[in-house]
């Protein structure tokens, strides 16, 4: 089934007087457990595409629909029991980790936000469980996030949006910053994620070594249009 699509989806910067059409009049579908990538340019509109599906920023044209509902409006408007299943991994995951607060609690914060985990007991113990579900020693809960590695980080990321129980996962260049071996075990965690818990994964990188390894399909985007669509091994190959 397909778990999120957008239709003729249209982002702007920019007053009415001097617009930035990101994204412009894009369409596609991805399907639970398929991971979709997104390429292109810096520049082309990836970011705005996964801001605007992840309800961070609000489209000015076109719909996108979520299996369970339709995911029109910003994320502060959605019903937590939507906006809980679109979950957005950074590309730098210290940018969404408070450094003054303990993994443990990065991970806590949204199982209570999202209601994913009822007591604060139950949602110390999912968090625990998060945390190994990513690789990582249960036993981090009360590090801080300076304590822990780029890549462990990024695992965090995972684990804070994996909080919100979600079918969707957009992740928005998040091997870019990490070196090419901790690269690796990222993308093989993705990877098995999106196995075990069918997650429709829209998964943006400028990498196309890395996007060749993960995706099954691949939409091109270049000034904000897509320029091309297909399975992976069509897109790359040589015309
Ligand atoms: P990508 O992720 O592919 O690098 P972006 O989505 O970041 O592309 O950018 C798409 C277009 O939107 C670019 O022309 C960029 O300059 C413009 N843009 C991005 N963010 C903003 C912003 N906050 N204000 C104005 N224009 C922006
Ligand atoms: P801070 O430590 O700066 O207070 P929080 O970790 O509390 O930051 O997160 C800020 C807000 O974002 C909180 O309302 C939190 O519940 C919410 N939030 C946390 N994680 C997510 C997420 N993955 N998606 C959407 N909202 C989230």
Known sequence: P???????LTVDYGSSRAVTRAVDGVSFEVRRGEVLALV????????????ALAGLRAPSGGAMTHESGDLAGPARKRPLSLRRRVQLVFQNADTSLNPRRSVGDAVRRPLRFFGTAGS????????????SDVRLDPAFVDRLPAQ?????????????????????????????????????????LLDDLRRERELACLFIS???????????RVVVLRNGVVVEEGPTDAVFADP
């Not at 292109?40 to 801001?51: P, V, Y």
């Not at 990321?157 to 928005?172: F, H, N, Q, S, T």
């Not at 400028?206 to 996007?211: G, R, Y």
């Open 206 to 216: 400028h990498d196309l070594a890395v996007v060749r390894g993960i995706a099954d």
């Open 120 to 131: 604060r007991a139950e949602a110390a113990a999912r968090a625990r469980q998060l945390i």
């Open 2 to 8: 397909v778990a999120v699509s957008a239709r003729d």
């Open 40 to 51: 292109g340019e810096s520049g082309s509109g990836k970011s705005t595409l996964a801001w």
């Open 148 to 188: 822990l590695s780029g890549g462990q980080r990024q695992r965090i990321g995972i684990a804070r949006a994996l909080a919100g129980e979600p079918d969707v996962l957009i992740a928005d260049e998040i091997t870019t910053a990490l070196d090419v071996s901790v690269q690796a075990d990222v993308l093989r």
